[in-house]
């Protein structure tokens, strides 16, 4: 079984119900290091428990981006089954120099 660890590049969130943190966490990696992945459907802990995917989950994840960080990005986001199970796995990067989240700036700092 894969078990993950939660990095400076890495954010790993239970679900999508964590998608206002994982906003910021991409914002505050992306101003230290350019770029990053977040997964939902994983514990903080490395477990994966699997995101319940619908039909509207990855354009909802993709609009709350869009909307929500600036300057805009354009993140890959995709379904990938991990240990069996359904996980949402969004990598993303960006040259602009700051980004801020919910009109809010952050920096990631020592989260490994």
Known sequence: MTKFK?????????STSELKEAI????SILNKH???TVYFGIEDDGSVV???VGKSTVKDISKSI????????FPNIRIQKISG????????????TVYS???RYYLR???V
Do not use: M, W, Y
Request: charged content about 30%; hydrophobic content about 25%; aromatic content about 4%.
């Open 66 to 73: 869009n909307d929500h960080i600036d300057p805009k990005i």
């Open 6 to 14: 939660e990095t400076e590049t890495t954010e790993l969130k239970k």
């Open 34 to 36: 350019g770029k990053g």
């Open 50 to 52: 699997g995101q319940q």
């Open 101 to 103: 989240a919910f009109g």
């Open 85 to 96: 199970r359904d996980c949402i796995v969004v990598n993303f990067s960006g040259q602009d």
């Open 24 to 27: 910021i966490s991409i914002c």
């Open 109 to 111: 700092t020592g989260e």
